[in-house]
């Protein structure tokens, strides 16, 4: 089951335990750091094309009480242009992970490390994988690796083009990684470094 199905299912059926939505005048006026602190809003503003009207919203769903969802997206009023990110611990291990992400998406795919972090990029949308055991999980429980998986997409018209809205959207898609590993409170407690690799 891939991330997009387990996520689409919490939520139908799960508990939302956050909700936070703000309208603004444009790109430029969303808080400095959207999403309950989580994205850097010049990483949206690159992304989104600068518009009248924009909003954003963050959303934490426990669709089993064990672990959450923690979602991120900020669009424009006309809903045409949106950047958002989901992030979910799940049992699975990294190679299948790497071949769920990565089946459909061999042109223009790229692969990155940094600091325990596995990422699969294309051109607007990107995975990233680390490893993450729940608070009330033993490791050892796993059907297979329990692992916080972040996908990041955006839609419609960007700012941003080319490779600079691939990096544009890894950033965003890292950003919410390292905001939702430390609310998960994986019991690894990993050191993720600050910011990624560019691509070049």
Known sequence: MTIRTVLGLTVL?????????????????LPEKVCSGAIDREIVAKILPSTMTAHERARKI???GESFAFSCNAKTRSQES?????????DV???????DYGHDRKEGKREMQAGGVSIISSPDDVSMYVPCT???KKPEKA????????ESRAIGDTRATGMELRQAV????????KYSYKIQQCQEDRKIPDNLPRFK
């Open 62 to 64: 426990d669709p089993f």
């Open 170 to 177: 890894t950033d965003f898609s890292y950003q919410l990684l």
């Open 82 to 90: 949106i950047i958002s990110g989901d992030g979910l611990v799940n």
């Open 134 to 136: 729940p608070p009330k």
């Open 13 to 29: 059926s799960g508990g939302i335990f956050g909700y936070l939505e703000i309208f603004t005048k444009g790109v430029d006026r």
């Open 93 to 99: 291990s990294f190679d299948d992970w790497r071949e």
């Open 143 to 150: 059907r297979k690796t329990y692992a916080l998986i972040v």
